[in-house]
């Protein structure tokens, strides 16, 4: 009766269910409820032993919920733990000019990447670095105007032309 109850709920998650990884986990489970062998559910499913042993054994520990996958695995990170808290250290606390790069003020993804390969010997794209700074909880915007160095006049005429009911009058 249980095996019965757990096939009932696995097929109603399959009906459901709209993620093609998913899908073939809770197929894998399926299959195995209904008495198929590892071999014969790796060869419909097309992984290999291997990988339905352990979509059957996340099932039997975690159930149908620990079959989820919260994100895709992709590689291992190039640059360690250690590597990006400095990274984000200095990008945070120096200007590039601080490091070595002449004559910058401001760090650009393209600065970021010369700057990995110089100190890390790793190669990234620079959208390989727009992703990085992403997964260290940074964002990246072009800066446009820095507010410590602007002109004091300047700045009371730009807000002026800009919203004249501000004016001082």
């Known amino acids: 009766m249980e095996y019965t109850d757990a096939l009932v709920e696995v097929e109603e998650r399959i009906r459901l269910t709209k993620d093609r990884r ?9 299959l195995r409820l209904m008495g198929k062998s590892v071999r014969e559910i790796a060869t419909v499913i097309g992984r290999s032993e291997k990988t339905i042993r352990l ?4 099932y039997e520990t975690e159930g149908v919920s620990g079959l989820a996958m919260h994100f895709s695995p992709g590689r291992t990170p190039r640059l360690t733990k250690e590597q990006r808290d400095n990274l984000k250290q200095v ?3 120096q200007v590039p000019a601080d490091v070595g790069f002449t004559a910058k003020f401001n760090w650009t993804l393209q600065l970021i990447a010369d700057y990995i390969e110089r100190t890390y010997d790793c190669q990234y794209s620079l959208r390989g670095v727009s992703k990085l700074m992403e997964q260290m909880g940074m964002s990246y915007t072009k800066p446009t105007y820095t507010l410590a ?5 300047k700045q009371q005429q730009f807000v002026e032309e800009t919203f004249p009911a501000l004016k001082k009058g």
Do not use: F, G
């Open 91 to 93: 990008i945070v606390k």
């Open 22 to 30: 998913m899908y073939e986990r809770l197929q894998t489970v399926r």
């Open 149 to 153: 160095a602007a002109d004091p006049a």
């Open 55 to 58: 979509y059957i054994h996340t």
